[in-house]
């Protein structure tokens, strides 16, 4: 399965929850202070969250909410129930986060991830476009991606091609739109553009053990017997274990045979 960018599909597997208390705050506190203090206790949250420690979590969160019961606030508690596979409460702040700050597009791209991973594709890909169409939203080349990775899950290769190549035009140096450009160009039959979208990739990706074995079959249908030995060679010094080169061995050699 593919992995979503910003939150990711796969969520961490905890045990019961500690019965925990959350410190009652004083309304008299300036709303202005309660605001910093909610966005401070957020991060402090979601720090001790990605730390392991679910209960400060829990608790930093929770007082977040009463400090300021913000957008950011209701996103928190959203993923760190996502996390801590409390699915239903999850799609609960999920929607309150969205409600509180319906043109958020963070809040909808978020959503998106959860509505995918869900299998509710539809509603998942209507959250990744409205994050997308929010013109305030940084991350719409994410938004994009997400929405063409969530479009293979069903599957809707088509439609995945068309996103990823969104992903593209909005920010160019986009790896994973790249890569599944490259795989589902070679797929349709697009060898020339496959090649593209692999020389683009080159310059900006990580070299794989898959991508370099895509290379090879897209030089291979390409007639370049050059960059096939090339793609090889790498291949060799970085993967010499690999079912890929075991792959490439096997062809060469059929090649050669069959000459």
Known sequence: MKQLSQWGLLLLAIGVLNACTVKTIS???????????????VKLGLSYLRQGDVVRAKQKLLLAQQQNASAEAYRALAYFYDK????QLANKYYQKAITK????????????????????????????LI?????HYVNTANAYENAGLCALLIPNEIKATRYFERALQENPNM?????????LSYIQGRYEQANIYLQRYLKIG???????WLGVQIARKLQDGAAMQEYGALLKIH?????QFVQYQKLVEGDTDGR
């Open 27 to 41: 309304h008299d506190m300036p709303q202005k202070n309660l605001q910093q203090a909610s966005s401070l206790n």
């Open 239 to 243: 993967f010499p274990q690999s079912t």
């Open 101 to 128: 700050a319906p043109e958020n597009g963070a809040g909808h791209n978020n959503y998106g991830v959860f509505l995918c991973r869900e299998k509710h594709y539809s509603d998942a890909e209507r959250q990744f």
């Open 206 to 212: 990580q070299l794989n053990a898959n991508t370099l």
């Open 175 to 183: 790896p994973t739109s790249l890569q599944e450009l490259v795989r």
């Open 131 to 135: 994050a997308a169409n929010d013109e």
């Open 84 to 87: 801590t596979n409390n699915l």
